[in-house]
């Protein structure tokens, strides 16, 4: 099935530095959500884009959704290692279709 | 307030055998999700049920089937299993009639086929 592609695939970082990473698609979204699982869990919802050039922050962390509607960029600031796990982009096309599009993650490591 | 529930947690089946896995959405909700997660990958839409109809879904064989009931729990059934049916599956729900209601995600249902 269709995947949106997701960068990195992993990263290790220090405890405290600033992790970015990113989502593209070669089709339109109306709508981009990014989530976090953890070992043995579902995905988490941490912020959900509407519309393109919004952005929207939830305590340290940040996204914004692109303006061409094909993109979108998760940024965490100060990572602490309860930062752990993975992070899913997804994104709906929009009206009329209820499916959620996932990337395939990225797996963030924090080296205390 | 009770988040998204499934049953069971894990499962070994038979390749050939067939399974039902149960999901009770987050209070409040009326719409149910099914996703399939393979290892490494993220998930994948199976289908989507409100108003106890199939209204969307994704790319999967008719060997996927599911049920929603008149308390907006669901059931997904899957027949003829195959070793490639093993996966988690996760089972999200949402409210229908309120704008910009996103998924929420149960831990699934992790599958292993023999």
């Known amino acids: 099935g269709q995947q949106l592609n997701q960068s990195p695939q992993s990263m290790f970082i220090q405890e405290g530095e600033d992790v970015s990473m990113n989502c593209t698609s070669s089709?339109?979204?109306?709508?981009w959500l990014w989530y976090k699982q953890d070992p043995g869990e579902g995905p988490v919802l941490l912020i959900a884009?509407?519309?393109?050039?919004e952005l929207t922050s939830n305590g340290r962390l940040t996204a914004q959704f692109g303006i061409t509607r094909k993109d979108s960029f998760l940024n965490i600031s100060a990572s602490i290692p309860s930062d752990v796990g993975i992070y899913f982009c997804a994104g709906r096309s929009g009206a009329g279709s209820y499916q959620l599009t996932f990337g395939k993650g990225t797996k963030l490591s924090v080296i205390p | 307030d009770a988040g998204v529930t499934q049953s069971p947690t894990h499962l070994i089946k038979t390749r050939g055998q067939q399974v039902t896995l149960r999901c009770s959405p987050k209070s409040g909700h009326d719409t149910v999700s099914w996703y399939q997660q393979a290892l490494g990958q993220g998930p994948q839409f199976i289908f989507q049920?409100?108003?106890?109809?199939?209204?969307q879904r994704g790319n999967f064989p008719d060997r996927f089937s599911g049920h929603q009931f008149p308390n907006y729990s669901s059931e997904l059934n899957v027949n003829a299993l195959l070793l490639g049916d093993s996966a988690l599956y996760l089972c999200?729900?949402?409210?229908?009639?309120?704008?910009?209601?996103?998924?929420?995600f149960g831990n699934g249902t992790r599958l292993t086929v023999t």
């Open positions: 089709s339109i979204f109306n709508t």
């Open positions: 884009l509407y519309k393109a050039g």
């Open positions: 049920y409100y108003e106890e109809e199939e209204r």
């Open positions: 999200a729900s949402s409210l229908e009639n309120r704008r910009h209601s996103p998924l929420h």
